[in-house]
């Protein structure tokens, strides 16, 4: 593993139009440990198609002692389809332990990057807490578009918001199949102010166990993924990813789930031209999934 970086400047920086540079890896020796700057990896200035994958960002080499200064990654001035983690668990970085952002994508043109795979406000476990600062754990503001948060991220224990998404034309971004749960403000917030084009929430109205199902309204069109939580119902959360399905044009969907597996249901929904809603309100079940085989007997 290599050596901790520690200076109040950005740890790594990748910048005026720099492309396809890997920052970390998953074979021994490749994985980074940088914290204690204003940013761990700096990515700005058109900077394009780089990769940030299966480092420690944020925290000490044990990745569950945070040493932050400010944010973890900053994704910032037209900085364009980069990628934060990867498509296996195993190029997941740990982004937690920071004093401000866990991640920062900011500013027009900043487009079409994606965060996969990552703790965000956990420990290398996935468990313990170990939230960034007293902000979001994921901020996408001011202008930034067609940002995609996952899927499986885990993006947690924050004081503030899990995400944050902030602005009038920071549109298009799109949330989804992630693991959200226990941020004090919100666990998906979008600001009121046009945000991904003012996209509300669905609504989660039943359940139904024979098949396992849930169905609501939405916006017409819409994709609606539907999550799980055992609790408390507010701010709702997703804690579990159950499926997804997509709404009729009169807005109704239904959506197959393998099983409930707690008893607060919420769901969000994503429209290709707006973005990913904030989580509906939480609808509480009383309905229980069944798993070991039923014998009936006269």
């Known amino acids: 593993m290599a050596k901790a970086v520690k200076r109040k400047v950005a740890g790594l920086e990748i910048e005026l139009g720099a492309a396809s540079t890997t920052i970390g890896g998953t074979t021994s020796g490749e994985c980074n440990v940088i914290a204690a700057n204003d940013a761990a990896v700096a990515i700005r200035s058109g900077a394009h198609n780089n990769t940030v994958s299966a480092n420690l960002l944020g925290t000490d080499a044990s990745g569950k002692v945070g040493l932050g200064v400010g944010v973890g990654v900053l994704i910032s001035d037209a900085a364009h389809d980069n990628t934060i983690g990867g498509a296996t668990v195993a190029e997941r970085n740990v982004i937690s332990g920071n004093d401000a952002f866990g991640i920062r994508i900011n500013g027009s043109g900043t487009n079409g990057n994606q965060v996969s ?21 994921i901020r996408i503001e001011n202008s930034a578009q067609s940002n995609t948060i996952g ?7 924050h004081n503030a918001e899990g995400i944050y998404i902030y602005g009038v034309d920071t549109d ?40 396992h199902s849930v169905s609501g309204t939405s916006c017409s069109n819409c994709t609606i993924e539907v999550f799980t939580s055992p609790g408390p119902s507010y701010p709702p959360a997703g804690r579990t990813f159950l ?20 008893p607060y249901l919420t769901a ?21 999934s069944l798993y070991l085989p039923l014998i009936l007997r006269n």
């Open 117 to 137: 795979r990552n703790y965000v406000g956990v420990d290398i476990t996935g468990t313990g807490a170990l939230p960034n600062g007293t902000m979001s754990g």
């Open 172 to 211: 298009f971004n799109v949330i989804t199949q992630n693991r959200i749960f226990s941020n004090t403000i919100m666990n998906i917030a979008v600001a009121a102010d046009g945000a991904n084009e003012g996209i509300l929430p669905p609504t989660v109205d039943s359940v139904s166990l024979s098949p």
């Open 151 to 157: 899927p499986g991220n885990i993006i947690a224990y």
């Open 268 to 288: 969000t929904a994503t429209h290709a031209s707006m973005g990913t809603s904030r989580f509906s309100y939480a609808l509480f079940t009383t309905i229980q």
């Open 243 to 262: 499926g997804a399905g997509v709404a009729d044009g009169s807005g109704n969907w239904t959506v197959m789930t393998p099983g409930l597996h707690g």
